[in-house]
């Protein structure tokens, strides 16, 4: 796509494509979703290979996060879109007969969608399958910080997708920021809260909505666990802090609370996991991400050269910077004033908190922002109830971690500072949609006491119609009502 010049042509390009209604027939739309299938099934070691380069996942994870997650959407749209895009029949009351009601799904026109770098595939096509699921034209802004994705993205996509309702805008801060001057239907933005705030704050300006999925700090909460079942535990926290990204995840885990005498057996089974599943030399380990650049790296770094940060690390703590490599590092209570404890970590340092009850955990999640997702371990149905009622996150998961990402069936998305706005599935292509009512009416009967000149009789008629009182309303209109009902309150 072009640079600055021809930025507005091109959007102006997509929004005559949408007005002349090229992406509204379902046949469009599915046309457009298989050729999504085909880019994957096409160009599988291509994207595995960009993976590499930009975060060095291995194909497994990379299928796994990225690839899988993509055709799983793809597909799901696929089976269901007809059944999303039908009118939606609504129930009038018997006062209006004869007359219906619908709800009728209308795509919201031209989008915008900023990709992540951290899963540089998944998260910049999947909520494009939500917008052409929803009939829209679309603007991709692939992010500059994973340029092997975003370059395969620019060079491939237009060769599966239409030109004229679908293009990829690659660039830096600079073409975002020129992207966000222009007025748009929808803008979808995956990445910080700090950046967050600068989308929607030039969202406004056109008064576009918005959907934010930023992040946040998720917790984990480990009741009393003991043989096989901590043992499961361990694995899925293990697999939920450093498998996704090497902890660059938004819906990673970002820290621990666990019961104080509990905590020595979670460590040293923590410690088998990591060399169990990455290794235990820096030099060497396997099976898990690079941190993206040198300056994410020197900020992760930052997190433990603060005071009493570094004195609390019980196992890992190596660093390489010329491979970008931090070892999977677990902190047994660090000050709760540092960054580490009131800053996403986004990498793959774990702090663990002791706490003399697990109970006191809802109060210490509820002391802080609002998490993308809760990870609670737990058999006690009266702990779940309370963390259910009495904490607010994008999602709670109960004895796994991570995997509700990829339940179509849930909604995926944050609240407060973790972001708003969901997707996933049928979520998805809700996003992308407004929900238009369309009520069909008769020119009989015509309600005459609708209308002025006001009276009493009509007060009455009015009073009785918006408490679906029918029988009264007879009553009253054949004049009978005080006859047969004198003393009814009103």
């Known amino acids: 796509m072009e640079g600055f010049g021809g930025l507005s042509n091109s959007i102006n390009g997509l929004k005559q494509a949408f007005r002349n209604g090229e992406t509204r027939a379902v046949d469009w739309r599915k046309s457009q979703l298989q050729?999504?299938?085909r880019f994957l099934a096409e160009n599988e070691d291509r994207i595995f290979e960009a993976l590499k380069q930009d975060l060095g996942k291995h194909p497994v994870e990379a299928y796994r996060d990225e690839i899988g997650v993509v055709k799983k959407s793809a597909e799901h749209s696929l089976l269901h879109i007809k059944q999303w895009m039908a009118p939606k029949k609504g129930q009038l009351p018997l006062l209006l007969?004869?007359?219906?009601?619908?709800?009728?799904p209308e795509p919201l026109g031209t989008v915008l969608i900023f990709g992540s770098w951290n899963f540089p595939i998944s998260l910049t096509l999947d909520p494009l399958i939500g917008a052409i699921s929803a009939g829209n034209t679309v603007v991709i802004k692939p992010s500059e910080l994973a340029p092997a994705c975003s370059s395969l993205l620019s060079s491939t996509i237009p060769l599966y997708l239409d030109n004229k309702a679908v293009k990829i805008v690659e660039g830096g801060s600079d073409i975002a920021q020129e992207l966000l001057q222009q007025q748009w239907d929808k803008i979808f933005f995956t990445g910080s809260p700090r950046v967050g705030r600068i989308v929607m704050s030039a969202a406004a300006k056109h008064l576009t909505p918005v959907t934010l999925e930023l992040g946040?700090?998720?917790?984990?909460?480990?009741?009393?666990?003991?043989?096989?079942?901590l043992k499961s535990a361990v694995k899925r926290i293990a697999g939920g802090k450093w498998g996704p990204c090497a902890g660059q995840a938004c819906i990673g885990i970002d820290y621990l609370l666990v019961q104080q005498k509990l905590a020595?057996?979670?460590?040293?089974?923590?410690?088998?996991?990591?060399?169990?599943f990455y290794g235990d030399n820096v030099q060497n380990l396997q099976s898990i991400c690079r941190i993206v650049n040198k300056n994410h790296f020197d900020r992760i770094c930052s997190l433990l050269e603060e005071p009493g940060v570094a004195?609390?690390?019980?196992?890992?703590?190596?660093?390489?910077?010329?491979?970008?490599?931090?070892?999977?590092?677990?902190?047994l209570d660090p000050p709760l004033d540092a960054q580490i404890?009131?800053?996403?970590?986004?990498?793959?340092?774990?702090?663990?908190?002791?706490?003399?009850?697990?109970?006191?955990?809802?109060?210490?999640?509820?002391?802080?922002?609002?998490p993308l997702a809760i990870y609670a371990f737990t058999n006690d149905k009266k702990l779940k109830d309370r963390i259910l009622q009495e904490t607010?996150?994008?999602?709670?998961?109960?004895?796994?971690?991570?995997?509700?990402?990829?339940?179509?069936?849930?909604?995926?998305?944050?609240?407060?500072?973790s972001g708003f706005g969901r997707y996933h599935g049928k979520y998805s292509f809700d996003t992308f949609s407004h929900e238009k009512g369309v009520l069909?009416?008769?020119?009989?009967?015509?309600?005459?006491?609708?209308?002025?000149?006001?009276?009493?009789?009509?007060?009455?008629?009015?009073?009785?119609?918006?408490?679906?009182d029918y029988v009264g309303l007879l009553l009253h209109l054949l004049g009978l009502r005080r006859l047969f009902i004198p003393n009814r309150a009103r």
Not at 344 to 360: A, H, Q, R, S, V
Request: glycine share 6%; charged share 25%; aromatic share 12%.
């Open 341 to 370: 404890m009131t800053e996403e970590i986004f990498g793959p340092l774990l702090p663990i908190i002791t706490l003399d009850k697990i109970e006191e955990s809802i109060d210490f999640i509820n002391a802080r922002p609002k």
């Open 35 to 37: 050729a999504i299938l």
């Open 392 to 417: 607010s996150s994008g999602s709670v998961t109960f004895n796994d971690t991570i995997i509700q990402f990829i339940c179509d069936a849930l909604p995926f998305g944050g609240v407060g500072q």
């Open 216 to 229: 946040g700090k998720c917790p984990v909460i480990l009741d009393s666990y003991s043989g096989s079942d």
């Open 264 to 276: 020595p057996v979670l460590i040293e089974s923590l410690k088998r996991c990591i060399k169990r």
């Open 440 to 468: 069909h009416r008769s020119f009989f009967p015509e309600l005459e006491p609708r209308y002025p000149p006001w009276n009493d009789f009509k007060l009455e008629f009015i009073r009785l119609a918006y408490n679906f």
């Open 311 to 331: 004195a609390s690390i019980v196992y890992g703590g190596s660093l390489d910077r010329e491979n970008l490599m931090i070892e999977p590092t677990i902190l």
């Open 97 to 104: 007969f004869p007359s219906r009601a619908e709800v009728l």
